[in-house]
């Protein structure tokens, strides 16, 4: 591990202007490249306190040994060759995208005499017209097959045209009218190319005309009575038509325009891209990336369309790229853009209508796709076990921990306070084996705080204690464990709502709950590790490992111990963890809001002992409304079924209590406005 202060440069040393700089290791192997506006002021970032970088930063200043830069003219210039570098010297701590697969484009090849239809994937070659991405292959294919009605143009290789000429004969396609038959000299070169501009035409979007063109024609043959023609042509039509109902009209305008948006979370981003041509969605794609560097949602963005475009030329770039975060120096990536367009592009974010609407659902495709990839990566067995033998040897267990639980503490402002705890086992998630808490200040019998206002430290501390307990009592129950008299190891942490009541199957054997974990996850650094820590201790469990997971800066605590341990960013290990981790915090934040969503909608029927539902929906049936049921007397509440005395009695008396709410009062005109209870309890 290098110094930095060993290379760095001197004061004075570095230009104040526009450039590349790159980081090289001892070997003399690039691992970083990047760009700035003033070389200086970005160079000087990098050789500050270790503590008070990025720890992915200070990783990469730490495996350097020297730095070296470029000076250029303009911003763009900067952008243009640190995409040069990038792609040149491949460096370790640059965020690279990758596709998660090779996407096949519709691509015509105009380079050739006779130009082609087909299939193509990979590198992009000079003098072909792409169109799409795709999603797959057979979308193209079945594209294609709707449009060679229309335009006949070539589509076989060119050992089966040099046979058909050779033999004077077409292919099959050439018989049914899907081809031209230009092996064969049925049409003459000008005569096919023209038609292979019509169809590049038609895909890029200009649709409109061509069709409004031909619909002229069948017209024109119905007059002239040439019906066979005319029914071709209208045949024709709906062939087209056909075609672009394959492709989603998201604009009523001829919209050319790319939408990126970006999912990430602190270790992986996923990007996606939506190809909008003509108004349609003609293409879309994806990718996944490590980052690898410490980079936000601008630099992502940016890393993104240097990619997408750096090899793009003329219309491939279109006048319009909505991101859903600008990069650091905008102006200078739509320069780019332009001059790779040859013409002005617009770089923006999307404020309102169609195209924010349509950015949400990239957005949406993004999430979707970062969690498949997620997904795939922790379905697999092999990784499974590294990760958990990770795990094991950071935080020296004896052995890999088979069975995990997390706990997560969630609230609004000290409201609502509610844990939970999830179950990994093997790597994977028992979602059967979920459990959530509603925070009471309590643990048994005694209060040891009071439950309102934030503590999470508190609140951890309770729900570990209660969670163990029940394990203690499960233990003692089955005779695997006998309990000191005066311990109080019966209080069940399931006697809230939402919860499960017991531990044991209905033929009383122990569920899977009653057994322990080998390791405890929580949510957070070193004062709720200490606060779970000490819960176990108090119930004299010395054998369940305990760590915390720090959102910040992904860093690993446990007990008695000043210095977090900070596992490698590509870590299996860290990724359990952090899956751990989120999805605790997933579940206790959905049971928050669920909780916090009750309490909003209770009315004061709620409010009222040995009431359920049955009899509340009963008494707004034959009342129509709490106000009027406010006002009923006993007797009259008495005549509804399922009620009886004592309960009307109770009814009437909570509802007397129970102040009604202030009436509404009309702004515009002053009166107040009647306002009936509303018709469900």
């Known amino acids: 591990m290098a110094d930095p202060s060993s290379y760095r440069p001197k004061p004075g040393q570095i230009p104040d202007s526009p450039g590349v700089y790159k980081f090289r290791d001892e070997h003399r ?33 730490t495996t350097a040994a020297s730095v070296e830069w470029t000076v250029v003219a303009t911003e763009v210039e900067a952008l243009q060759l640190e995409y040069s570098w990038i792609k040149e010297f491949d460096p370790r701590f640059n965020v690279k995208y990758r596709d998660d697969k090779s996407y096949p484009y519709l691509a015509v090849t105009m380079n050739e005499e006779f130009p ?4 193509m994937r990979g590198a992009k070659k000079k003098g072909v017209r792409y169109f799409g991405p795709y999603g797959h292959a057979w979308a193209i294919r079945e594209t294609v097959d709707l449009m060679l009605r229309v335009f006949p143009v070539r589509t076989c290789s060119a050992g089966v045209f040099k046979r058909s000429a050779q033999i004077g004969r077409p292919c099959l396609l050439g018989y049914i009218g899907k081809c031209a038959a230009p092996c064969v000299g049925r049409v003459t070169p000008e005569e096919h190319r023209e038609l292979a501009e019509d169809f ?36 024709d039509i709906e062939a087209l038509k056909k075609a672009l109902e394959k492709n989603a009209i998201v604009f009523n305008d001829a ?37 690898v560097e410490a980079v936000d949602t601008a630099g992502l963005v940016e890393h993104a369309l240097q990619q997408l475009y750096g090899e793009e030329t003329g219309d491939s770039v279109p006048k319009e790229v909505l991101v859903p975060a600008l990069p650091e120096d905008a102006e200078a990536v739509s320069g780019w853009l332009a001059s790779r367009r040859g013409s002005g592009v617009s770089l923006r974010i999307p404020q309102r209508g169609d195209k924010k609407d349509l950015m949400v659902t990239v957005a949406r495709n993004a999430q979707q796709a970062l969690a498949l990839h997620k997904t795939k990566r922790a379905s697999d067995l092999t990784t499974r076990s590294r990760a958990l033998e990770e795990i094991a040897a950071a935080l020296e267990l004896d052995s890999a921990p088979l069975r995990i639980e997390c706990f997560d503490i969630s609230h609004l402002q000290g409201d609502d306070v509610v844990a939970s705890m999830v179950v990994f086992e093997d790597g994977l998630a028992r979602k059967s084996e979920y459990r959530r808490f509603q925070i009471k200040g309590r643990v048994g019998d005694t209060q040891i705080w009071h439950g309102e206002g934030q503590d999470d430290v508190r609140s951890m501390h309770e729900v570990i204690s209660r969670r163990f307990r029940r394990y203690l009592a499960e233990k003692a129950r089955t005779g695997e464990w006998v309990e000191d008299e005066g311990q109080d190891g019966g209080e069940a942490p399931g006697q809230e709502a939402g919860e499960v009541s017991a531990l044991q199957e209905e033929d009383g054997r122990p569920k899977r709950f009653a057994y322990p974990p080998q390791l405890v996850v929580v949510d957070g650094g070193q004062p709720q590790v200490a606060a779970a820590k000490r819960a176990l201790d108090e119930l004299g469990i010395d054998d369940i490992a305990v760590c915390g997971l720090a959102k910040r800066l992904e860093e690993v605590w446990v007990p008695e111990e ?21 999805e605790a915090h997933r579940f206790a934040i959905t049971y928050q809001r669920a909780k916090r969503t009750k309490r909003f909608k209770a009315g004061p ?3 009222v002992p040995g009431l359920g539902d049955t009899r509340k929906h009963a008494l707004i049936k034959h009342f129509g409304s709490v106000k009027k049921l406010r006002s009923a007397t006993i007797d009259e509440i008495c005549e509804v079924p399922g009620i009886g005395r004592k309960t009307a009695e109770t009814l009437a008396a909570a509802l007397a209590e129970a102040a009604p709410a202030a009436p509404a009062v009309n702004t515009a005109t002053g009166e107040i406005i009647e306002e009936d209870d509303g018709g469900t309890p």
């Open 29 to 61: 192997r690039v691992i970083y490249v990047g760009k700035a506006k003033s070389l200086r002021q970005r160079l000087a970032n990098y050789f500050q306190p270790l503590t008070s970088l990025h720890p992915r930063t200070a990783t990469m200043v």
């Open 562 to 582: 000043d210095d977090p341990v900070v596992l490698p960013r590509s870590s299996e290990g860290l990724y359990l963890l952090q899956r751990v981790r989120d």
């Open 255 to 291: 919209t050319d325009a790319d939408l990126i948006a970006v999912a990430e979370d602190e270790l992986e981003a996923a990007v996606q891209i939506f190809h909008v041509r003509g108004g349609r969605v003609r293409g879309q794609r994806g990718w996944v990336t490590d980052k």
């Open 116 to 119: 082609r239809v087909q299939v």
């Open 200 to 235: 590049c035409d038609f895909m890029a979007g200009r649709t409109g005309a061509y069709l409004r063109r031909i619909e002229q024609q069948m017209m024109a043959a119905a007059e002239d009575m040439e019906y066979e023609r005319a029914a071709r042509l209208r045949d």
């Open 605 to 607: 029927l709620d409010a």
